[in-house]
């Protein structure tokens, strides 16, 4: 079956432009997970969906940043105004519901590289 | 708050020798998951192994073992038989369990593995 897909690929844009980054999760997942990846480092959390529910977006670094899952699937990572310190790879996974052992297992698409010239 | 911290930032190892890549980590829960991961250089976040913070056995998935130490607070990644394949970034994660979902995971730094021919 199809896995997790993120579009664009990669996308470059000039300081002070908005962005908007696309995940397809796993049909069924109810879970879905946005974190970010700067280069040489591990993915960092930044926001939790249960079905259309944020629930978490403690991990956003700034106003600028705005998450969204409007019906339940497909879900959209839009950063304002984006700053240098925004590049980096944004990695989108999903999830069932946790019900225990390695259904816990996150499944991560291929990311977007953004690159803020 | 979780920290995953991985102490060798690389590793070179010689082709079909066995290999553990180091993971400790902190938390005051009782109920959490430690997860590895592989990124090869093309991106992707491949799920290897898991295991439960009250699963009594490591946790093996074919070449993959875990040896979790629970009391030293560590979950090691053991591969047996490297093969070329294997060269790539290795994340070491956990989360915690609860009633409420959100599984969000914590990474580590990664180490990267070089398999030598």
Not at chain 1, 76 to 86: A, C, S, Y
Not at chain 2, 52 to 71: H, I, M, P, V
Not at chain 2, 92 to 107: D, H, P, V
């Amino acid at each position: 079956g199809a896995g997790v897909s993120q579009s664009p690929r990669y996308k470059v844009a000039k300081r002070g432009q908005d962005v908007a980054l696309r995940c397809d999760p796993i049909s069924g997942h109810v879970s879905l997970f946005w974190y970010q990846q700067a280069l040489g480092q591990g993915p960092e959390f930044l926001t939790y969906f249960q079905n259309e529910a944020q629930l978490d977006k403690s991990g956003l670094p700034s106003d600028r940043f705005f998450a969204e899952r409007p019906e339940g699937s497909v879900s959209t990572l839009k950063i304002q105004r984006t700053q240098q310190e925004d590049s980096a790879v944004y990695l989108c996974a999903s999830s069932l519901l946790g019900s225990g052992g390695s259904s816990y297992e996150q499944y991560f698409g291929p990311g977007t590289r953004l690159t803020v010239t | 708050a979780q920290k995953i911290t991985q102490t060798q930032p690389g590793m070179f190892v010689q082709e079909k020798e066995a290999v553990t890549l180091d993971c400790t980590y902190d938390t005051s829960d009782q109920s959490y998951g430690l997860f590895w991961y592989k990124q090869p250089s093309s991106g992707e976040m491949i799920f290897l192994i898991y295991q439960g913070s009250y699963d009594e056995q490591n946790a093996t998935e074919g070449r993959y073992s875990l040896n979790f130490q629970k009391a030293r607070k560590s979950a090691n990644l053991v591969i047996s038989a490297s093969q070329l394949g294997d060269s790539a970034m290795y994340f070491c994660a956990m989360t915690i369990i609860s009633n409420f979902g959100n599984e969000k995971l914590t990474f580590g730094t990664g180490t990267r593995l070089t398999i030598i021919p």
